[in-house]
């Protein structure tokens, strides 16, 4: 339990390093450290319960979408300010290295089996952002549906 926390709050101050990095500003820099530490939350939790790293990194990616645009859309900020440091956690770095590592030292197959995680773990990342798009897309119908205000202020919005 105390390795959880420790990671959860190493994991909200990387995500919100990184999006100094990336000069967020700074009334996003918060929220974007609480989307990266959320989603991390639900990739551990995933894989403590043993879906497996394709399933928990979708999960994460997914959740990072939906929350991502969410709070785009209500601090009125381009959505890559909140969902790029928040990916910082997921990004298979370590397999890389390990990958670039074996392949230098002649280890091909230990070196394709990291090759498989890193495009395995990609994969999952991309699918996560591509459900979070639908979703997103799905809730703006809807709400464009059901209420009239929303409709009539977003009417010019070639998107929806």
């Known amino acids: 339990m105390i390795e959880l926390v420790t990671d959860l709050i190493l994991t909200y101050i990387a995500t919100i390093t990184f999006g100094i990095l990336l000069n967020v500003p700074r009334r996003g820099l918060n929220m974007a450290g609480w989307i990266g530490t959320l989603s991390y939350l639900a990739y ?3 894989m403590l ?3 497996g790293m394709a399933l ?4 994460g ?3 990072i979408g939906i929350l991502s645009m969410q709070t785009a859309r209500f601090k009125k900020m381009p959505v890559i300010n909140f969902n790029i440091p928040a990916l910082v956690p997921f990004v298979p770095g370590g397999q890389a290295y390990q990958m670039v590592k074996n392949f230098a030292l002649g280890d ?6 990291y090759l498989l995680q890193v495009v395995i773990i990609a994969g999952a990342i991309a699918f996560g952002f591509l459900l979070a798009e639908l ?3 799905l809730q703006a119908r ?11 202020e977003n009417r010019h919005n070639p998107r929806l």
């Open 108 to 113: 091909n197959s230990l070196a394709l089996s």
């Open 49 to 51: 319960t043993s879906l």
């Open 142 to 152: 809807l709400m464009l549906k059901l209420s009239s205000r929303w409709r009539h």
């Open 56 to 59: 928990s990194n979708l999960i």
């Open 135 to 137: 979703f997103n897309r």
């Open 44 to 46: 551990k939790l995933c």
């Open 61 to 63: 990616a997914l959740l």
